[in-house]
T-cell receptor, first 113, second 114 residues
Framework: QQPVQSPQAVILREGEDAVINCSSS?????VHWYRQKHGEAPVFLMI?????EQKGHDKISASFNEKKQQSSLYLTASQLSYSGTYFC??????????????FGTGTSLTVIP | ETGVTQSPTHLIKTRGQQVTLRCSSQ?????VSWYQQALGQGPQFIFQ???????GRGNFPPRFSGLQFPNYSSELNVNALELDDSALYLC?????????????FGPGTRLTVL
């Protein structure tokens, strides 16, 4: 049930744009996005709750297509501080085990000067 | 406002031993989730506690167990340690047991099993 992300890794020059995709084989009810820098804990970026919802702050935004079970994270005019591994995450509910949370496979993003 | 804290920072154990990791949730949060993150992998959900009850569990064996206390701090206990248990253990706090709320992560405990 782990969401699959693409690309696995991307290298950008400062100022370039990037798109990270997250796809699930199961129905998505919400999508979380987190960024984790090397040796640090994941940091929350945003949650998208509704089909077709878009959110954003600063130069990072995301879309969520509930019908396609996909979400995309958009980084525009990338900065060095954007480097890290990006994870999407989604919730699941099992009758036997209750709430669950699945992180995606991760996308390593490196911004170079 | 106090963030999520975890202790200890690092721990070295030998195979077969037992370990207890601790997490203090962010002020006002009543839900704690635990994750295991192996080197180079994404975090894997272990379980979630909401108001002192287990609210959800991932695909981990019963030797992984937990507790949540009235102040909403939490413990993760792992019995009969195996080499593959070596990982970074993260806890995250959130509000109201819902997986729709953002999670705030602690710095993690690095466990090494020899």
């Amino acid at each position: 049930q782990q969401p699959v992300q693409s690309p696995q890794a991307v290298i950008l020059r400062e100022g370039e744009d990037a798109v990270i995709n997250c796809s699930s084989s199961k129905a998505l009810y919400s999508v979380h996005w987190y960024r984790q820098k090397h040796g640090e804990a994941p940091v929350f970026l945003m949650i998208l709750l509704k089909g077709g919802e878009q959110k954003g702050h600063d130069k990072i935004s995301a879309s969520f297509n509930e019908k396609k079970q996909q979400s995309s994270l958009y980084l525009t005019a990338s900065q060095l501080s954007y480097s890290g591994t990006y994870f999407c995450g989604t919730t699941g509910l099992s009758g036997d085990t209750g709430n669950q949370f699945y992180f995606g496979t991760g996308t390593s993003l490196t911004v170079i000067p | 406002e106090t963030g999520v804290t975890q202790s200890p920072t690092h721990l070295i154990k030998t195979r077969g031993q037992q370990v207890t990791l601790r997490c203090s949730s962010q002020s006002g949060h009543n839900t704690v989730s635990w994750y295991q993150q192996a080197l180079g992998q994404g975090p894997q959900f272990i379980f979630q506690y909401y108001r002192e009850e287990e609210n959800g569990r991932g695909n981990f064996p019963p030797r992984f167990s937990g507790l949540q206390f009235p102040n909403y701090s939490s413990e993760l206990n792992v019995n009969a340690l195996e080499l593959d248990d070596s990982a970074l253990y993260l806890c995250a706090s959130s509000l109201d047991g819902s997986s729709y709320n953002e999670q705030f992560f602690g710095p993690g405990t690095r466990l090494t099993v020899l």
